[in-house]
Structures are given as C-alpha cells and as structure tokens.
C-alpha cells in the first residue's frame, strides 16, 4: 500500500510555469507506476500524465493536451513524483490528483488507479 500526498498548487496567471510534488509513502515506491490526473469543475477527472517504474524519460506519456508544456518526472530516492507545468493556461484550472499503481507498467488515459492522493487545485487567470 502507498499514500500519496500533493504539493504545490496554488493560483497562477497563463504562460506562468508550476511545479507540482507528490510525496509518497511506503518502501516499494520503485514498484509503482505514477501518474497525474485533474479534475475540472463540472468535468469528469481525466489523465494528464504518467510515468513507469523505471523513471525514465522514454517512460513517460502524456495526454494531447498537455504534450509538450508538462514534463513529469521521478526520484526513487525521494520518493517523489513530480509534474513541471510551463506555458500555463485558464483550461488548466482544476484540481490535479497525484495516482499510483502497481498493476500497471505505465498509467493510461483509461488507467483506473488504485491509489490516489488528496489533490492540490491550480487555477489559472487569464
């Protein structure tokens, strides 16, 4: 079992950049496969990003949205998961959930974690 704990939200203006920390717990963290997801007012909560075990930057995928201005990363040693954010905009505004999984060799957009953190909201001004 893993608890995941969400950092670094708060309120930025579009084209800003913010970087997001997931804290996590447990001493199998390698095993898990990490991801982010948001969840928008009104809207159903959807996948931003993911990462497999092995942390590597070919391990990594993204929805098109996001595609080439977040960038999610890993460190085994901190156990942490992390999702730099640049070129912010207003449609980025929701409340943003780290994910974790063992199940899985990398989180998708149909993905169904079984573990999930508290969320952080980010809301985006125009």
């Known amino acids: 079992q893993v608890q995941l704990v969400e950092s670094g939200g708060g309120l930025v203006q579009a084209g800003d950049s913010l970087r997001l920390s997931c804290a996590a717990s447990g001493r199998t963290f390698s095993s898990y496969a990490m991801g982010w997801f948001r969840q928008a007012p009104g809207s159903e909560r959807e996948f931003v990003a993911s990462i497999d075990r092995s942390g590597l930057s070919t391990g990594t995928y993204y929805a098109d949205s996001v595609r080439g201005r977040f960038t999610i990363s890993r460190d085994s040693a901190k156990k942490a998961v992390y999702l730099q954010m640049n070129s912010l905009k207003p449609e980025d505004t929701a409340v943003y959930y780290c994910?974790?999984?063992?199940?899985?060799?990398?989180?998708?957009?149909?993905?169904?974690?079984?573990?999930w953190g508290q969320g952080t909201q980010i809301t985006v001004s125009s």
């Open positions: 994910a974790a999984d063992e199940r899985y060799p990398i989180l998708t957009t149909t993905a169904q974690p079984r573990y």
